[in-house]
């Protein structure tokens, strides 16, 4: 297996191997994980893998989950279909910065994604490493966030689209979850500014420091979580792939943001991806 790097800060590419051998494979698993905690997200082309074999490699990380808004595929539970056509329901949307399903209280560690189909032109994906979003934060930023907390809520993302009693309904079996506004990676200690499109609001700002009279309390709590939420829109912080069809993703959920750019309607693009279930966030 041969990595080469596609920007100085995120992401790589794999050539000389296949999803499928690797799900099978101890040692090259093993390769592609480390790479993995190294390059945060790595890519593939050419895999024409079946449904299974694409289940069996994410199921090496851990266990798959299905996602309350986009089916699982008929015949390979915990592939969930990302699939946009013209007939798709609007509530799909991948447009905005996030880490998956952050509402939930234990986020997916990663995800393995595949292109089954796509635009001749349009639809890459953008991923932003947010480790070094951290590292690079102001330090007197770092300091007012070190124990900052904040809700995520898939009612206020997902559901947002949605009639009144689906969103409530959506809610009451997802209620929002809170995470630290700084989380410490699992694996590699690393610490993460981990806010997203999902975030609605700090859950503990209130200190003396921050509201000295109630009316500082909506500007400068809203203010600094867009700024933070901000962070993962900097370039420099970013990498762009270019899809194909059976181009694959797999990425680290817990130091990275994506966006997937829907600048390609009215053409078709499907994907199918396997969301790998990780651990709670402290
Ligand atoms: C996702 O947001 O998980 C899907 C990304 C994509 O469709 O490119």
Known sequence: MRIEPLTCHIGAELFGVSLADAAHDEALFAEIK?????????????????????????????????????????????????????????DRYENAWHTDATWREA???????????????????????????YEMLPEHVKAQIANLRARHSIEASFGA???????????????????????????????VLFVNAFTTHFSNFH???NVRFGQDANPGAGQLLSYLISQ????????????????????????TQHYAVMDYPPCHRKMERAGIIGSATF
């Open 34 to 90: 480390a790479a993995l905690l190294k390059h945060r997200v790595l890519f593939l082309r050419d895999q024409d893998i079946s449904r299974q074999d694409h289940v069996a490699f994410a199921r090496r990380f851990g266990e798959l989950e299905d996602h309350p808004v986009a089916p699982s595929h008929p015949d390979a539970p915990g592939l969930v279909q990302i699939y946009k056509t013209p007939d798709t329901p609007i």
């Open 107 to 133: 986020p997916p560690m990663g995800c393995v994604l595949r292109c089954v189909e796509c635009p001749p032109v349009g639809g890459d994906t953008m991923w932003a490493n947010m480790a070094l979003a």
């Open 161 to 191: 689209a949605m009639p009144i009693e689906r969103r409530l309904a959506l809610k009451a079996q997802y209620p929002d979850a809170e995470h630290p506004v700084v989380r410490t990676h699992p694996e590699t200690g690393e610490k």
């Open 207 to 209: 200190t003396r420091e």
């Open 232 to 255: 993962a829109y900097i370039p420099e912080y970013q990498v762009r792939w270019r899809w194909q069809k059976n181009s694959v993703a797999i990425w680290d959920n817990r130091s």
